[in-house]
């Protein structure tokens, strides 16, 4: 028997203006992919921004259903677009900003479980990890290294 313990590395900034040109044009991207979010249900809006090795922005945002289960989120939508679109090129970082209709998100929106898993799908594939920053509406912004971080004990092909 042996005990492990994970560690994961990230950055937090105080706010956007902390971050580098590239990543803030990113996050201004994510933004403008939240503005067209359809989310009438949570009022909940997510926005992604993918930048890929190319240099194209891809944009990517929430889509809900009054079936609710068949929404999807901002970053699925985001990776899923490039992935048809670019299928063999690599992502090099993805911003992700939400907002709430019914309150101030001030607290930083890291992708939920389901989009972590798609995502890392990509980042094994393309053998290169790559960035995530996310934030709320206002206030601290997070930038992790790499999906794997986000996802310990992750399942992959491997295992099929
Ligand atoms: N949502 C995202 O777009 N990304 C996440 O990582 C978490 C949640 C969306 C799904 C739904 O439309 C709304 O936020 C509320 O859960």
């Known amino acids: 028997m042996k005990k492990i313990n994970f560690s994961a590395e990230a950055i937090i ?25 359809y989310a009438p249900y949570s009022e909940f809006n997510v926005g992604a921004a993918l930048l890929l090795e190319n ?10 259903s009054a079936a ?3 929404g999807m989120c901002a970053e699925r939508v985001a990776v899923w ?31 939920c479980g389901a989009c972590r898993q798609t995502l890392l799908e990509y980042e094994i594939n393309q053998k290169a990890p790559f960035e995530v920053i996310f934030m709320g509406e206002v206030g601290k912004v997070v930038k992790t290294k790499s999906l794997v971080s ?4 992750s399942f992959d092909s491997s295992y099929l």
């Open 13 to 37: 900034y105080d706010d956007i203006s902390e971050l580098n040109k590239e990543d803030q044009k990113l996050m201004e991207e994510a933004k403008i992919a939240k503005s067209k979010s």
């Open 81 to 111: 677009k490039a992935g048809s679109e670019y299928p063999n090129m690599k992502i090099k970082k993805l911003a992700i900003v939400a907002s709430s209709k019914n309150s101030t998100v001030d607290k930083p929106v890291g992708p």
């Open 150 to 153: 986000l996802l310990p004990f």
């Open 68 to 70: 609710y289960p068949s």
């Open 55 to 64: 240099g194209v922005i891809i944009h990517g945002n929430n889509q809900e």
